[in-house]
Structures are given as C-alpha cells and as structure tokens.
C-alpha cells in the first residue's frame, strides 16, 4: 500500500509541530520547550503512558493496540535535540536562538513520531503495544546509551526497537536500508605536545612542538594506509592542529590535535586505538617532546540485525514502492547512538529520503516536509505489519 491517507491528511499539521521545534533548537540533555511540546502532543493524542525523565530528559510513552494476546511491544524511536551551530537558511521558521540549529533532522525525526503517534492512537489496529521512545543528545552526549542504562527495554518489555533518519541527496519517497554493519564507531582523539618556546631566530635554543606535531598528522596517516587490512574500513582524521602563539616570531612551547577515527569492526578498533597512541607518543619523542593524550571512544558500531532489516525493507516497499528501497548500500563512517539501542534489543535503523537538500551539519539545511506522510506511514505500517490486529 502507498503512504496512509489519514497521515497525507495530517501533514500540514505535522509540518506545522515540526517548524515550531526547528525555531526553539535546544542542545544535548537540555530541551525543555521541545519536551513540553513532545509531552503535549501525546496527551492531546490520548496515548496510554507518559514517562518522562529516562536517559535524563527522554520519554517514552505507550500506545497499547486493541488487543495484546502475546504481550509483545515494538520500539520506536526519534532523537530531539538539535546542534550548536548557527543557521543560514534565511527560511521563516528559522532558529530563533543564536548559535543553535535543526541543522540533521531531528526536528523532523520527532515530528514524523508524534504523526505516527496520532494516527496509532486514533486507530489501534494492532495487537500489543507500541513503546514511541523521543530520545535526547545524540549529538555526542549519548543520551541512547543513558536511556537504554535507565532499564527502558526491560520496563516497557521492548522486544524490538527501529530508527529513522533522514538523507539528503536520497529522493523524497525513496528509503535505504542494508543488513549489518551500516554506520561506525566514532572514537576521538586530543592530544598537547609539549616542548619549550622561544624566539623563532634562536631554534636552537627552544624544543620546537610544531614539527613533532606536523609529523604526528603525517604518521597518522599510516594506520589506515599501512596497519588496517585493504579490505576493511577505517578514517583517521585530523580536524584540528593549533599552536599556542599566533605570532609570526614565536616558537610556541605547545601544539594541539584533536581528531576522529571511525571504524566498522571491533578488531579494527582496538588496532587503531593501540597504533594512534604509539604513534603519538613516539613520535613527539623522537623531537625531544612530551605528548599528553586523551583518547575517548565514543557511540560503537551501528549494526542492524539481518531479520529487522528486512522486515524494515519490507515495510518501506509497501510504503513506497519496491522499485523506491534501495537494499544492502555500502555502510557509512559517520556515528549515531542508536547503536546502544540496536545492542541492547533486535532491530534496524533505516533512512529516508530528503530530496535534494544541504547535507546534515550544513548551516543551508533544512529537513523536507514531503518526506512526512512517508517517514509516519513507515513507522505506523511497521506497527501493524509487526503486530496484526488479533
């Protein structure tokens, strides 16, 4: 079947909740306009159960279908919070506070679940019940893993959970999804070298940082080209690389790094891990330099179970069409803690289209409403595909 008429009817009224949260953007834990709305909606909507306050500012609230002679529940989450960037869109709903933005979607993400929300609780055609998780920080703070910490699985007896993210460049009414491995652990890295400062016309009397810093970025580069095996995916990036003089005669007593690695496989990650701080170290060493490191893993591998992915697959062809479901695309290295959620119970995490768009983390971005009735037909199909009316 196409997109469900009822949720086609309700897109003016969604896209209108979702412009509302994309003018109030609020960042990581802290969101409290954006969880009063989330909270009022499903009150209007008459959903069963509000729970508030999981994973510190999430919420989960229950839907319970007609019947429920198996006891089963079906997760379904959307992330809420926005990032700390300033928007350059020009657009009439645009962020009303500086330095913060909808610039990846969520706005639209937890629009599409409050739809799916109103068209489930006016119908309830499905038996069991349906667990609508609005998720905060996943924008580095983590806020599924502090969730899935907080017992949500075992308390609303979640037996499968299921993800949505928009992708721009993807046609809107068009969706992707692939088994297995599909985004990537997202560690860090900072790092100080140390050495000692001086007049840049007496080198020779400093311990200059900057070259030892300059050759840690180059022998970095290495554990992709020459630790990893060819076959399998790593970046090592360096994003930052600042002295602490700015002056043009000054050899600066200290140089910092910050940087990512992004890896599909736990072998791979415990190599890169070991390589990058010998490599640090040693290197800064054989200046005559001392290296301070800080290396944090982040959000680990997002893996979709092969079962869900294809019930996931299943589910957008009937929503869009088989010829509109692009299946078993090459994974992607960026990170997203959905993953804690995809450890911790079966599931899968899917894409959908948002036309020809400026990427996510772009300042132009902006998520597209046409992709609505699609985003909410999935989630609402999904429901009763996965738990038919008894």
């Given at each position: 079947?196409?997109?469900?008429?009822?949720?086609?009817?309700?897109?003016?009224?969604?896209?209108?909740?979702?412009?509302?949260?994309?003018?109030?953007?609020?960042?990581?834990?802290?969101?409290?306009?954006?969880?009063?709305?989330?909270?009022?909606?499903?009150?209007?909507?008459?959903?069963?159960?509000?729970?508030?306050?999981?994973?510190?500012?999430?919420?989960?609230?229950?839907?319970?279908?007609?019947?429920?002679?198996?006891?089963?529940?079906?997760?379904?989450?959307?992330?809420?919070?926005?990032?700390?960037?300033?928007?350059?869109?020009?657009?009439?709903?645009?962020?009303?506070?500086?330095?913060?933005?909808?610039?990846?979607?969520?706005?639209?993400?937890?629009?599409?679940?409050?739809?799916?929300?109103?068209?489930?609780?006016?119908?309830?055609?499905?038996?069991?019940?349906?667990?609508?998780?609005?998720?905060?920080?996943?924008?580095?703070?983590?806020?599924?893993?502090?969730?899935?910490?907080?017992?949500?699985?075992?308390?609303?007896?979640?037996?499968?959970?299921?993800?949505?993210?928009?992708?721009?460049?993807?046609?809107?009414?068009?969706?992707?999804?692939?088994?297995?491995?599909?985004?990537?652990?997202?560690?860090?890295?900072?790092?100080?070298?140390l050495g000692k400062g001086g007049?840049?016309?007496?080198?020779?009397?400093?311990?200059?940082?900057?070259?030892?810093?300059?050759?840690?970025?180059?022998?970095?580069?290495?554990?992709?080209?020459?630790?990893?095996?060819?076959?399998?995916?790593?970046?090592?990036?360096?994003?930052?690389?600042?002295?602490?003089?700015?002056?043009?005669?000054?050899?600066?007593?200290?140089?910092?790094?910050?940087?990512?690695?992004?890896?599909?496989?736990?072998?791979?990650?415990?190599?890169?891990?070991?390589?990058?701080?010998?490599?640090?170290?040693?290197?800064?060493?054989?200046?005559?330099?001392?290296?301070?490191?800080?290396?944090?893993?982040?959000?680990?591998?997002?893996?979709?179970?092969?079962?869900?992915?294809?019930?996931?697959?299943?589910?957008?062809?009937?929503?869009a069409g088989s010829d509109k479901?692009?299946?078993?695309?090459?994974?992607?290295?960026?990170?997203?803690?959905?993953?804690?959620?995809?450890?911790?119970?079966?599931?899968?995490?899917?894409?959908?289209?948002?036309?020809?768009?400026?990427?996510?983390?772009?300042?132009?971005?902006?998520?597209?409403?046409?992709?609505?009735?699609?985003?909410?037909?999935?989630?609402?199909?999904?429901?009763?595909?996965?738990?038919?009316?008894?």
């Amino acid at each position: 079947m196409p997109i469900k008429n009822r949720l086609a009817e309700l897109m003016p009224e969604i896209a209108g909740w979702r412009r509302e949260i994309h003018m109030n953007p609020e960042i990581l834990f802290d969101l409290p306009k954006t969880t009063a709305l989330v909270e009022a909606k499903l009150r209007e909507f008459g959903v069963d159960e509000i729970h508030s306050g999981i994973g510190r500012s999430g919420i989960v609230a229950l839907i319970r279908g007609k019947t429920d002679s198996r006891g089963y529940c079906v997760g379904l989450r959307a992330d809420m919070d926005a990032l700390p960037m300033t928007e350059m869109t020009g657009l009439p709903y645009a962020s009303q506070t500086p330095g913060k933005m909808h610039g990846c979607g969520h706005d639209g993400h937890t629009a599409m679940l409050l739809g799916a929300a109103k068209y489930l609780a006016e119908t309830r055609n499905f038996d069991g019940t349906v667990a609508l998780i609005f998720q905060p920080a996943e924008e580095g703070g983590g806020g599924g893993e502090l969730m899935v910490k907080d017992g949500m699985m075992e308390r609303f007896g979640i037996c499968e959970v299921y993800g949505m993210h928009n992708e721009p460049g993807l046609p809107v009414g068009e969706f992707g999804v692939s088994p297995g491995p599909i985004m990537a652990a997202a560690d860090e890295f900072e790092v100080t070298i140390l050495g000692k400062g001086g007049h840049a016309a007496r080198p020779h009397m400093c311990i200059d940082p900057t070259p030892a810093a300059c050759n840690v970025v180059m022998a970095l580069q290495t554990v992709a080209s020459r630790n990893t095996d060819p076959i399998k995916n790593i970046v090592v990036s360096v994003c930052t690389l600042r002295t602490s003089s700015e002056a043009f005669n000054v050899i600066p007593p200290e140089v910092l790094i910050r940087g990512t690695v992004r890896t599909l496989d736990a072998g791979v990650r415990d190599m890169a891990e070991e390589r990058v701080t010998r490599l640090i170290h040693s290197t800064a060493e054989a200046y005559g330099c001392e290296a301070h490191l800080r290396y944090e893993r982040g959000y680990p591998v997002v893996v979709n179970h092969d079962a869900n992915a294809e019930i996931a697959a299943e589910i957008a062809r009937a929503v869009a069409g088989s010829d509109k479901v692009h299946w078993g695309r090459p994974p992607r290295m960026g990170g997203e803690d959905f993953a804690y959620m995809l450890n911790a119970r079966p599931g899968a995490f899917i894409n959908v289209g948002n036309g020809d768009t400026a990427g996510v983390h772009h300042p132009a971005y902006d998520f597209n409403d046409e992709a609505i009735p699609y985003g909410c037909s999935f989630f609402a199909e999904l429901v009763e595909r996965r738990m038919p009316a008894a």
